[in-house]
């Protein structure tokens, strides 16, 4: 399910994919996305992988890289018990940050007079969806139901 370069950063995150991702009633996107950040589509993706040995932790991983030719730098954007929803990027939404809350500390919410600005990440199933937005530096969440 994962393209082989991303199978290799997961590799790097003692991770590895959700074999039974897709098993399920409905639509699903996928469980990975390209053309997260600014620039060349292949350049960014953000996918969710299931941690080795563990029976339910799942990770979702932000890669980068400036150009083709580059090793992928990764980042740890969450980790759940939940099985995660497909991906997909929302770009020219205006939600308030106080609507969201921090993904390392979940008691806290984001700053108030601040909208996101830049694209978010969906991760959606069967009406539950949890949007992912990064924000100086740090990762905020807003679930839906």
């Not at 393209?3 to 897709?22: H, M, R, S, T, W």
């Amino acid at each position: 399910m994962l393209p082989d370069e991303l199978l290799d950063v997961a590799e790097k995150c003692d991770c590895e994919q959700i074999d039974n991702f897709f098993d399920r009633p409905g639509m699903v996107e996928p469980p990975y996305v390209y053309g997260f950040l600014a620039g060349d589509k292949e350049n960014s993706a953000v996918f969710w992988c299931k941690k080795k040995k563990e029976k339910r932790k799942y990770l979702l991983v932000l890669v980068s890289r400036r150009t083709f030719r580059e090793p992928w730098k990764f980042e740890l954007i969450t980790e759940t018990r939940n099985f995660p929803g497909g991906l997909s990027i929302v770009s020219n939404l205006s939600i308030p940050l106080h609507e969201f809350r921090y993904v390392n500390d979940v008691k806290t919410r984001g700053p108030k007079g601040v909208m996101t600005s830049d694209a978010v990440i969906s991760s959606y199933y069967d009406g539950l969806m949890t949007l992912f937005y990064n924000h100086n530096g740090e990762w905020l969440l807003r679930m839906y139901d």
